[in-house]
C-alpha cells in the first residue's frame, strides 16, 4: 500500500523515461501506468520499469478492457494484467467507464447510455473484472462529448453502477469540470450527490478551452485554475486521497511536473491539518 500521509502521483509514460529513472526517490508518491502498455514488454524498457517499480509505489490504470462493450471481456488481456500486477506489486488498479472497442480498437473512451440495462451490463462485467484480478478495482468518471442516450442523468448512473458493481470510483477532477462545462451541470452539486465511501482516487489533468461552453479533455497542458479548485472541493467532501497528474504528450521539463505534483501535496497537507484540528475540537 502507499504509505505516504500525502499521496500525489505522476503518470508513468515512455516519454518521460529517462527523467523518471533521475528522479530523486521521494520526488512523488507514486507512479501510475497503463498496463496494456506494458504488458511483455522486455529488454531495456521492462528494466527500466522494474527499477521504478522497485523505487516506487506503482498504480495501474486500464485502457482496453472495454467494460460497456457487448463483446465478451478479454480474458486473455486479465490473466497478462493481474500477472503484471502481481508481478510489480501494484497498490491500486481502475478502469475507465466506458467502452473502447466495435469489431476492433477504436483508441477512444466512448461514452456509455445511461440507462437502466447498461447499469446491469456494465456492473456485471466489473465484477467479473474484479473476480479475474482478484482485487476490488476503481471506475473512473469519463469525458463526452455526445451524449448517446440518457434516460438518466450522469450522476444517477455513475452513482447506480458502483452501488451494482460494488466497486470504487476514480474521480477525474478535470473529466468531471469538463463534463460540467460542456453539458452545463453544477460540478459541486455532482461532488455532494457521490458516496463518500466509494471515492478512492482522483485525477487531474490539464485541458483545452475551444470556448466558454467547449473544454476538451487533452492532459497536454498543465492543470488550470478552476480543476485545481474543484480538486480543492472534492478534498473538502471526501478528504485526502492518493491523487494522480496525468500528462500523456507535450512533457515539460520534470520540475515544472513536480512543481503541479508538489501543489497536490501542499492541498493534501492543508486538508490534512485542518482535519487534525477539527477532531482536536471535537475531543476538547
Same mark, same amino acid.
Given at each position: 500500500?502507499?504509505?505516504?500521509?500525502?499521496?500525489?502521483?505522476?503518470?508513468?509514460?515512455?516519454?518521460?523515461?529517462?527523467?523518471?529513472?533521475?528522479?530523486?526517490?521521494?520526488?512523488?508518491?507514486?507512479?501510475?501506468?497503463?498496463?496494456? &502498455?506494458?504488458?511483455?514488454?522486455?529488454?531495456?524498457?521492462?528494466? *527500466?520499469?522494474?527499477?521504478?517499480?522497485?523505487?516506487?509505489?506503482?498504480?495501474?490504470?486500464?485502457?482496453?478492457?472495454?467494460?460497456?462493450?457487448?463483446?465478451?471481456?478479454?480474458?486473455?488481456?486479465?490473466? #497478462?494484467?493481474? $500477472?503484471?500486477?502481481? #508481478?510489480? !506489486?501494484?497498490?491500486?488498479?481502475?478502469?475507465?467507464?466506458? @467502452?473502447?472497442?466495435?469489431?476492433?480498437?477504436?483508441?477512444?473512451?466512448?461514452?456509455?447510455?445511461?440507462?437502466?440495462?447498461?447499469?446491469?451490463?456494465?456492473?456485471? =462485467?466489473?465484477? *467479473?473484472? *474484479?473476480?479475474?484480478?482478484?482485487? =476490488?478495482?476503481?471506475?473512473?468518471?469519463?469525458? @463526452?462529448?455526445?451524449?448517446? @442516450?440518457?434516460?438518466?442523468? $450522469?450522476?444517477?448512473?455513475?452513482?447506480?453502477?458502483?452501488?451494482?458493481?460494488?466497486?470504487?470510483?476514480?474521480?477525474?477532477?478535470? &473529466?468531471?469540470?469538463?463534463?460540467?462545462? &460542456?453539458?452545463?451541470?453544477?460540478?459541486?452539486?455532482?461532488?455532494?450527490?457521490?458516496?463518500?465511501?466509494?471515492?478512492?482516487?482522483?485525477?487531474?489533468?490539464?485541458? @483545452?478551452?475551444?470556448?466558454?461552453?467547449?473544454?476538451?479533455?487533452?492532459?497536454?497542458?498543465?492543470?488550470?485554475?478552476?480543476?485545481?479548485?474543484?480538486?480543492?472541493?472534492?478534498?473538502? #467532501?471526501?478528504?485526502?486521497?492518493?491523487?494522480?497528474?496525468?500528462?500523456?504528450?507535450?512533457?515539460?521539463?520534470?520540475?515544472?511536473?513536480?512543481? $503541479?505534483? !508538489? =501543489?497536490?501535496?501542499?492541498? *493534501?497537507?492543508?486538508?490534512?491539518?485542518?482535519? =487534525?484540528?477539527?477532531?482536536?475540537?471535537?475531543?476538547?
Amino acid at each position: 500500500m502507499i504509505e505516504s500521509h500525502t499521496t500525489a502521483g505522476l503518470g508513468l509514460r515512455r516519454g518521460l523515461l529517462p527523467a523518471l529513472l533521475a528522479m530523486d526517490d521521494g520526488a512523488v508518491d507514486f507512479l501510475e501506468l497503463a498496463p496494456d &502498455n506494458w504488458i511483455g514488454v522486455g529488454g531495456r524498457f521492462g528494466e *527500466q520499469l522494474s527499477e521504478l517499480a522497485s523505487r516506487f509505489p506503482i498504480s495501474a490504470h486500464g485502457l482496453s478492457l472495454s467494460l460497456g462493450d457487448v463483446a465478451p471481456l478479454d480474458m486473455e488481456l486479465l490473466r #497478462r494484467t493481474r $500477472e503484471l500486477n502481481e #508481478r510489480l !506489486g501494484v497498490v491500486m488498479y481502475s478502469e475507465h467507464l466506458s @467502452y473502447t472497442a466495435d469489431d476492433g480498437q477504436l483508441y477512444d473512451l466512448m461514452p456509455i447510455p445511461f440507462t437502466d440495462e447498461a447499469i446491469k451490463h456494465v456492473a456485471a =462485467r466489473i465484477r *467479473q473484472v *474484479q473476480d479475474a484480478l482478484g482485487r =476490488r478495482i476503481a471506475v473512473e468518471n469519463v469525458s @463526452y462529448y455526445a451524449a448517446p @442516450y440518457q434516460a438518466l442523468t $450522469e450522476i444517477d448512473f455513475i452513482n447506480a453502477v458502483l452501488a451494482e458493481a460494488d466497486c470504487d470510483l476514480l474521480l477525474d477532477v478535470n &473529466n468531471l469540470y469538463v463534463n460540467s462545462i &460542456n453539458h452545463a451541470y453544477d460540478a459541486t452539486d455532482f461532488l455532494a450527490r457521490l458516496p463518500t465511501e466509494r471515492v478512492a482516487q482522483y485525477h487531474i489533468a490539464g485541458h @483545452y478551452d475551444e470556448d466558454i461552453d467547449l473544454k476538451i479533455d487533452t492532459h497536454g497542458a498543465p492543470v488550470k485554475d478552476d480543476v485545481w479548485t474543484l480538486l480543492d472541493a472534492a478534498y473538502r #467532501r471526501f478528504g485526502v486521497r492518493p491523487t494522480l497528474l496525468e500528462r500523456d504528450f507535450n512533457f515539460p521539463p520534470l520540475h515544472e511536473l513536480l512543481l $503541479e505534483t !508538489g =501543489r497536490i501535496r501542499t492541498m *493534501q497537507l492543508t486538508h490534512l491539518d485542518r482535519d =487534525r484540528l477539527l477532531e482536536q475540537s471535537r475531543a476538547a
